[in-house]
């Protein structure tokens, strides 16, 4: 079998023994709660997905895989893999000291110590890394939103992180090396993914097998992926529902919790060298393989081989074997899939992209026979119902007194009076007295609040339900969050309510602006904190033009349209 990257296979465990020993003095020593992708690296560390690495990477580390894709001893590793925190949890932190590492729940997963405490250079990291400093990019953006300060350093495990979804596909490297072990899998080819299978990407994963006579690892990503990606539970079940259209004891199902970046040909790298810890020999490395798509003005960030010449150029010290595809496109005429380089001059092809899948089934409209299988086809509609039974949530913004909640409350009324839907409203009053209580106006607090509600909307939306949100919202990026973590379930319809600064003053009956205006209230929006408008929303109401159930009238025509409601 395939050696592991670096030559030894990392298990950063604790016997039990020292387990116990750690967990007693744990409950003295300093910690820090780790996030979703922080989690994801740590759990990938412990196991030895991510072999040669022993922990954190310090600044040393740091510095040479950003520069030169290699670590200081000259191996090869294209991705920082850093812990980083804020900087007053570092000031209370100094070199030598062991720090425990929990989940969002306080459960104590891991021992660090303390190696190294720096600042990195994240525009360096962007453009070395990422190619770009544009924070259009997913990953870029995730960058600059990190903490100020990373903490290098060995981690000792005490438990791997707990998952209670899709428990019998979680193989860690040492399980699926032996899986393949007791099976005699000696030539094996690993397929990354973080979307649903369709007949194309069946087609391609079948060539390849045939290509080096081996058999399969479907290894999906169910740790993080990008924005707007269909869910880990409905993707599993579509890969499940295919293992019947491959031969027998042809392919191994397992999950990776990995955290995504979207780093492109770096990523790709990244990608090769852990399925060769795993126990892979062989890797499917596509066009733009994990790449972020488009910038803002319509150029995409990495070119299409990119990924394919940086994993190739080290193929010989990776020692996996790169098979590079074109992508798979249908061919009328044949009736049959083939790659996009077999062919002919002028021939005609048809494809279905993402955004025109998602409109299918956001529509409800029929998905081409030719395209995907029907028993995905099944488990894709039952995730995404037809509209008039999918959640929505309408996301009002505009300046204190522009009309959000009366027309909110009006536009309750008019979906009720007229449909049998649940409606619910979270004012951004109510909401400041109840789940945000405690939360003040700074730019954090205001984050945190519309965040807060966000997530009850987006609970509401997966649900069937509609939300009507009323907060200021001033903040583009936070606005953009709401509809990331909404349209994960359903719709997401932005409504600016653009009543002009001197009309909601005059309408102020708290004396609100007048406070303001004299310095007795400070980080007022519109006064002394800013307010950035919208560039697209979904729909631009004017609050001083009609009546609150005129312009209620308005959204509800976008429902309509959009056959959310009847």
């Given at each position: 079998?395939?050696?592991?990257?670096?030559?030894?296979?990392?298990?950063?465990?604790?016997?039990?023994?020292?387990?116990?020993?750690?967990?007693?003095?744990?409950?003295?020593?300093?910690?820090?709660?780790?996030?979703?992708?922080?989690?994801?690296?740590?759990?990938?560390?412990?196991?030895?997905?991510?072999?040669?690495?022993?922990?954190?990477?310090?600044?040393?580390?740091?510095?040479?895989?950003v520069t030169s894709l290699r670590l200081t001893d000259g191996t090869l590793w294209p991705m920082p893999i850093v812990l980083d925190v804020s900087a007053d949890t570092a000031a209370s932190l100094s070199i030598g000291q062991d720090v425990v590492l929990r989940d969002i729940q306080g459960t104590a997963l891991a021992l660090l110590t303390l190696s190294d405490i720096f600042r990195p250079d994240k525009m360096r990291e962007a453009f070395q890394v990422y190619g770009t400093r544009d924070s259009g990019h997913p990953g870029v953006a995730d960058l600059l939103r990190r903490g100020e300060v990373c903490l290098g350093g060995r981690i000792r495990g005490l438990q791997r992180p707990a998952h209670h979804d899709f428990t019998d596909l979680r193989a860690s490297p040492r399980d699926l090396r032996a899986w393949f072990a007791d099976r005699g899998w000696d030539r094996i080819v690993a397929f990354q993914t973080r979307n649903p299978l369709h007949r194309a990407h069946v087609e391609l994963t079948r060539r390849a097998m045939d290509?080096?006579?081996?058999?399969?690892?479907?290894?999906?990503?169910?740790?993080?992926?990008?924005?707007?990606?269909?869910?880990?539970?409905?993707?599993?079940?579509?890969?499940?529902?295919?293992?019947?259209?491959?031969?027998?004891?042809?392919?191994?199902?397992?999950?990776?919790?990995?955290?995504?970046?979207?780093?492109?040909?770096?990523?790709?790298?990244?990608?090769?060298?852990?399925?060769?810890?795993?126990?892979?020999?062989?890797?499917?490395?596509?066009?733009?393989?994990?790449?972020?798509?488009?910038?803002?003005?319509?150029?995409?960030?990495?070119?299409?081989?990119?990924?394919?010449?940086?994993?190739?150029?080290?193929?010989?010290?990776?020692?996996?074997?790169?098979?590079?595809?074109?992508?798979?496109?249908?061919?009328p005429g044949r009736q049959a899939y083939v790659s996009s380089d077999e062919l002919h001059p002028g021939e005609a092809v048809s494809n279905v992209s993402g955004t025109e899948l998602r409109k299918h089934l956001l529509e409800g409209s029929a998905i081409p026979a030719w395209f995907t299988y029907p028993e995905v086809e099944v488990i894709l509609r039952q995730r995404f119902p037809r509209p008039e039974n999918r959640g929505c949530a309408i996301f009002f913004t505009g300046l204190s007194g522009a009309g959000k909640s009366t027309i909110a409350q009006a536009l309750k009324a008019a979906i009720l009076e007229n449909t049998g839907r649940q409606v619910s409203v979270l004012d951004g009053d109510e909401v400041r007295k109840t789940l945000s209580a405690g939360l003040g106006f700074s730019r954090e607090d205001r984050s945190a609040n519309i965040l807060r509600i966000a997530y009850v909307a987006s609970e509401i939306v997966r649900h069937g339900g509609i939300a009507i949100c009323a907060p200021i919202a001033p903040y583009a990026e936070d606005r953009a969050a709401a509809r990331a973590l909404v349209e994960a379930h359903g719709d997401f319809i932005e409504v600016h309510v653009s009543t002009a600064l001197d009309v909601c003053e005059a309408r102020d009956t708290k004396g609100l602006y007048a406070q303001a205006r004299s310095g007795a209230l400070k980080q007022f929006t519109g006064i002394s904190d800013p307010y950035e408008v919208p560039v697209a929303p979904d729909l631009r109401l004017d609050g001083a033009e009609q009546t609150p159930a005129h312009l209620a009238a308005q959204i509800v025509a976008v429902l309509r349209e959009r056959r959310l409601i009847a």
């Open positions: 079998m395939i050696e592991p990257h670096g030559g030894v296979l990392k298990h950063l465990y604790l016997s039990e023994a020292e387990t116990q020993v750690a967990r007693r003095a744990s409950g003295a020593l300093p910690s820090v709660r780790l996030e979703h992708r922080q989690l994801c690296d740590l759990e990938l560390l412990l196991d030895g997905a991510f072999s040669p690495l022993e922990g954190f990477m310090g600044e040393a580390d740091y510095d040479a895989v290509a080096v006579g081996g058999r399969l690892l479907l290894h999906p990503v169910v740790g993080r992926t990008r924005d707007g990606d269909i869910d880990r539970y409905t993707r599993v079940r579509c890969y499940r529902a295919l293992l019947e259209r491959y031969p027998e004891d042809a392919v191994k199902l397992s999950v990776l919790p990995l955290a995504m970046r979207m780093a492109g040909p770096r990523e790709a790298l990244w990608h090769a060298i852990i399925r060769k810890n795993y126990g892979a020999n062989f890797f499917i490395v596509g066009r733009d393989h994990a790449g972020p798509g488009k910038d803002a003005s319509g150029q995409a960030y990495y070119e299409p081989l990119a990924a394919q010449v940086l994993v190739q150029a080290h193929a010989d010290e990776l020692g996996i074997a790169v098979l590079p595809f074109a992508p798979m496109v249908y061919a």
